[in-house]
């Protein structure tokens, strides 16, 4: 796949996937489109030989799988992991603020968001609303208004001379957005908003009430290739939706030969600790359904390895003082292996060297990420998969600029390596090291 196709595609599925709910339902109509079959947890599973299957919790979270000969415990699998939620904005339970006519919604801060950017934005809202039919039934549906329905106002310069110098930010009293301005003694509820929002959209659909929602704020500027040479793609939750589609678009242009598994995993920004997070059973639940076997699951396990892929920090020009000397990565110069000596990364020398052989062999340039020493590590769902599963793992990522912003910058050439690379990854024969 050339580069442009590649970036084509990713953009296209930033912008359709402006909630971890929209990202997973873009990944299952991907795969479905390429004859993956969608099981069901609730179900029985009847997996078989050659076969290629996907299974979603909470409309959130992703796993995806090839069967191959069936024979796990001989080959092991080839794993690769993301996470589909990003920081941003979620508007609050009882949202309504009526202030000097001006109608707003209180919203919380998920995960540690830029909050700067935020402002003087043309944001929309998408997510999750759960409705009530006149029948009674209850039932979800997906929610995106598209069109910037919402702002966040920055004050005046001229009311605060020290903006400039220093700009701190309530996240109760300065980042609720403005959405209309009411007259006086009009009731608006936003329950209302959204099923008027849901019927306008779907005219059949069968919705009496809005029982309860997940709704996020986004910026509706479509991501895009920017610099004078189109050397960088700028856009919204790159972190980690392109490792998500990274991972994706690498699988389903694998042959299919050997046993390979994608999981996306919900609530990494926030800890992971969830049903659909990589502190929940997700993954586990679904390697003990294919491999019920405990002695056969502990030798597939022994004979696998995952590449956890999440965005790395790209040295930036401006702040090269941030980053270690000799470990700062620099964009369009390769996908980056992590390493961490508190285990914030789950990278070893043996998987790092695994990763490393595979690259080399499709002469693909990596480069190396550390923190610097006196600044504290993020981490990813590396370790925690690793731990729960007992996998060997490598963190890898693709550099990039102004993490957990509202807008984030990426090399042009540095996904399209990684995906060559966990292409050739979900084909290499052997993942073990001797010795």
Known sequence: MKAAQFNQGLLK??????????????????????????LRESDAWAIEKNGRYFVTRNGSALIAFTAADLDWPRTGIRMAGAHTDSPCLKVKP?????????????????????????????????????????????????????????VIPSLAIHLDREANKEKSVNPQEELPPILLQASDGEGVSFRGILLDHLKRVDPALDA????????????????????????????????????CYIGLAALLASPW????LLVCNDHEEVGSASAPGAQ????????????????????????????????AHGIHPNYAAKYDGNHGPLLNRGPVVKINAGQRYATGSETAAVFRSIARRLDVPLQDFVMRSDLACGSTIGPLTATRVGVRTVDVGVPIFAMHSIRETAGARDGRDLFRVLQGFFQAEDLTVSG
């Open 257 to 260: 030969r050997l046993p390979a």
């Open 280 to 311: 929940g059973p997700f993954l586990e639940s679904v390697l003990a359904r294919l491999l019920p076997a405990p002695e056969d699951r502990i030798r597939a396990v022994d004979r696998s390895m995952m590449v956890s892929a999440d965005d």
């Open 208 to 243: 009496a009430e809005v029982l309860d929602f997940e709704i996020s704020l986004y910026d509706t500027h479509p991501p895009a290739l920017v610099g004078l040479k189109q050397d960088f793609i700028t856009g919204g939750r790159l972190d980690n939706l392109m490792s």
């Open 94 to 150: 009882r949202p309504e603020i009526l202030r000097h006519s001006f109608l707003q919604l209180g919203v919380e801060v998920y995960g540690g968001a830029l909050l700067n950017p935020w402002f003087d934005r043309d944001l929309s809202l998408a997510g999750r609303v759960t409705v009530l039919s006149a029948s009674g039934a209850v039932r979800s549906v997906l929610c995106d208004f598209r069109e910037p329905v919402a």
């Open 13 to 38: 599925f930033l912008k359709e996937s402006p909630t971890p709910f929209h990202a997973v339902a873009r990944m299952a109509d991907m795969l479905a489109e390429s004859g993956f079959v969608r």
